[in-house]
C-alpha cells in the first residue's frame, strides 16, 4: 500500500502564513515528482507547485513568490506566506513515480482556509 499523510493545514488570517507537509510511505520507488494541487469551492484542482528529483520547481502564476516548495527524500513540503482568500481550498499531496511507467498517487486533502 501507498499512503501519502499531510498535514498543516487550518485557518489563517490574510497575509499569514502556513505550512504543508505530505509524507509517503509504503510500496512506492523511484519517486519522480511530488507536489501539491488544491481545489476550491465551484473549481477544477489546480496544481499549486510540484518539485522533480532534479530539483527543478513548477510554481502556479498566482503562487510565486509567495509560496515555497521542497523536498527531503519521501517529504514534500509547502511553505505558503502571504496568503490571501483566494488561496483557500483542499490542499492535495501528489506523488508522480516513475517516468515511462509512470503512476500517479493522491493524498485524502488537507483544508486551507484564508480568511479575517
Known amino acids: 500500500q501507498v499512503q501519502l499523510v499531510e498535514s498543516g493545514g487550518g485557518l489563517v488570517q490574510p497575509g499569514g502564513s502556513l505550512r504543508l507537509s505530505c509524507a509517503a510511505s509504503g510500496s512506492i520507488s523511484s519517486i519522480y515528482a511530488m507536489g501539491w494541487y488544491r481545489q476550491a469551492p465551484g473549481t477544477q484542482r489546480e496544481l499549486v507547485a510540484t518539485i522533480t528529483s532534479p530539483g527543478k520547481t513548477n510554481y502556479a502564476d498566482s503562487v510565486k513568490g509567495r509560496f515555497t516548495i521542497s523536498r527531503d527524500k519521501n517529504t514534500v513540503n509547502l511553505q505558503m506566506n502571504s496568503l490571501k482568500p483566494d488561496d483557500t481550498g483542499v490542499y492535495y499531496c501528489?506523488?508522480?513515480?516513475?517516468?515511462?511507467?509512470?503512476?500517479?498517487?493522491w493524498g485524502q486533502g488537507t483544508q486551507v482556509t484564508v480568511s479575517s
Open positions: 501528489y506523488v508522480q513515480a516513475g517516468i515511462w511507467n509512470r503512476r500517479d498517487y
